[in-house]
């Protein structure tokens, strides 16, 4: 199993966040999400959000963006990188250039996120790029059909929040809902998040039989101090083993 770290691409500079994800990978980081910052990142948390519009103002050119993960790339070989864009942005930037991008650099696992429809997300796939699909902790019918009809891994909610609605009753816990998606067929990797702050979440992750757990805001929060940052990172990559 492995930790998955979120990289804001761009912020607060092209430069910092190519040493960030070089510290990533010191500490024991085997995957990382890097995004294409979105001007209406309209899903996102308020840091996430305050990220991107810095890191647009900043540079508001997604060649420049390409090239810095394609650099990142380069510089850590044998990390993992899973590219994270909105519909909005790859509008922006055009569907047959954001694809010939992906292609042409290797990068074949994409988080595709704000849709409005199907029509790019049907584009990406044909030309060979897998697109997660994620799944609810309620495990909603809808939702399983459509991870079943995908071709990425499956990014499945790790924990309810607050105010969501109802547990299912059939998949009261992680552990459950992995076993129900198994029992449908699903092989491919599922990878958990939303609620792991903690290195007991990373191992509630493992136990369940998930592939990996995606980490956020708990590392992001301690980027100002890189030592406490990556001793961080190692704890949580220890619960992997």
Do not use: W
Not at 33 to 56: G, Q, T, Y
Not at 100 to 121: P, Q
Not at 123 to 132: D, E, L, Y
Not at 158 to 172: E, R
């Amino acid at each position: 199993m492995e930790i998955i770290l979120y990289l804001s691409n761009g912020y607060p500079t092209m430069e910092s966040s190519i040493q960030m994800a070089k510290e990533y990978a010191d500490a024991g980081c085997g995957m990382i999400e890097i995004d294409f910052p979105s001007h209406d990142p309209f899903l996102e948390s308020e840091m996430i959000r305050d990220r991107m519009k810095k890191a647009l103002e900043n540079c508001d050119d997604y060649e420049a963006y390409m090239e810095e993960i394609v650099e990142v790339k380069r510089n850590l070989p044998d990390v993992k990188l899973l590219v994270l864009s909105y519909e909005n942005t790859i509008q922006e930037i055009g569907t047959e250039r954001f694809i010939r991008f992906c292609v042409d650099n290797d990068f074949k696992d994409v988080l595709l996120v704000g849709l409005t429809g199907d029509e790019i997300k049907n584009q990406i796939i044909a030309a060979g790029i897998r697109v997660s699909c994620y799944v609810q902790y309620q495990m909603l019918e809808e939702e399983i059909e459509s991870a079943k009809n995908s071709n990425g891994f499956v990014y499945l909610q790790a924990k309810p929040t607050p105010g969501q609605g109802f547990v299912n009753p059939k998949y009261p816990t992680l552990k459950d809902c992995v076993q129900c998606l198994r029992d449908h067929g699903i092989d491919r990797p599922i990878y958990c998040g939303v609620g792991v702050h903690s290195p007991e979440d990373v191992r509630m992750v493992k136990e369940a039989g998930g592939d990996a757990a995606f980490i956020g805001s708990t590392i992001l929060k301690l980027q100002g101090d890189i030592s406490a940052m990556k001793e961080k990172i190692r704890e949580f990559a220890a619960q992997c083993k």
